[in-house]
């Protein structure tokens, strides 16, 4: 058996690059025995190879490179255990977040496909509508910072020139649970009932003109101060880059 091996040869036996064993080298995880001072050729002890199976099982169980070199040092039996079930624990919590996210993008996408089916030009359409949940966030710079922003349709809500903004929830009145945390997330109901309803296409910045088109339709013009238009993304930013395809829904609700 040969007592020391090349850097090609390791990285043959492992099937991986030999960038990947220089990098190895340079964080500190798995430093070669011996290198040649002159043409800085790189050679590992045979028994090596134990230490870099290790690597390689710590990153495939997703061991963070940075961890690793911890856990190497670590030689204690129950301070390892421990290490691997805080990286457990830590795995399920990260597998749980995502599964959240996925839930919640398919809500958004199952939206989206059911609102395309509604959507209509140059007419005001009447809906009964059932009662839905949304969180108010506040200005509209208030919704970059705000997580529930980048998950959830927005809604608006125009009175004026008042306009505030939140998220639309998509879960139905009686969902036993919410995607988020229901204790992180203040919710209010829109109410039931029979809405008139107006589409806007294009860029948020025109949307009074739509807006100003609903109320026109429903004799409104003279309460334009008082009453309350909602407004809900259904095609926005995060799915077509041309404000020009962006749509958007206007409700009045009627009761």
């Not at 043409?39 to 061991?63: N, S």
């Not at 958004?108 to 007419?123: C, G, P, S, Y």
């Not at 125009?158 to 203040?186: C, R, V, W």
């Amino acid at each position: 058996m040969k007592e020391y091996i090349s850097i090609g040869e390791l990285a043959s036996i492992f099937d991986i690059s030999v960038q990947l064993l220089r990098h190895y080298d340079k964080v500190g995880v798995l430093v070669p025995e011996y290198r040649d001072q002159k043409t800085g050729h790189r050679k590992y002890r045979f028994d090596q190879m134990y230490r870099l199976a290790t690597i390689r099982y710590l990153r495939k169980v997703g061991y963070p490179l940075e961890s690793i070199k911890d856990f190497l040092a670590i030689n204690d039996f129950q301070k390892a255990i421990s290490s691997m079930r805080g990286h457990s624990e830590q795995l399920k919590k990260e597998y749980n977040e995502l599964l959240i996210t996925d839930n919640i993008i398919q809500k958004k996408l199952a939206f989206i496909i059911q609102e395309q089916q509604n959507i209509v030009r140059d007419q005001v359409i009447y809906k009964n509508i059932p009662g839905r949940y949304f969180t108010l966030i506040g200005e509209e710079t208030s919704l970059f910072t705000n997580e529930l922003f980048y998950f959830y349709p927005t809604i608006g809500f125009y009175t004026g020139q008042e306009k505030k903004f939140g998220a639309y929830l998509l879960d139905s009145p009686d969902a036993i649970s919410f995607s988020i945390s229901a204790t992180n997330i203040e919710k209010t109901m829109l109410p039931a009932g029979e809405y008139a309803c107006y589409y806007h296409f294009g860029p948020y910045k025109n949307i009074y003109d739509s807006i100003n088109k609903l109320l026109e339709h429903e004799d409104m013009t003279d309460k334009a101060d008082v009453i309350t238009v909602i407004t809900i993304n259904i095609i926005d930013q995060f799915i077509v880059s041309d404000p020009g395809k962006y749509v958007s829904e206007l409700r009045i609700f009627k009761g």
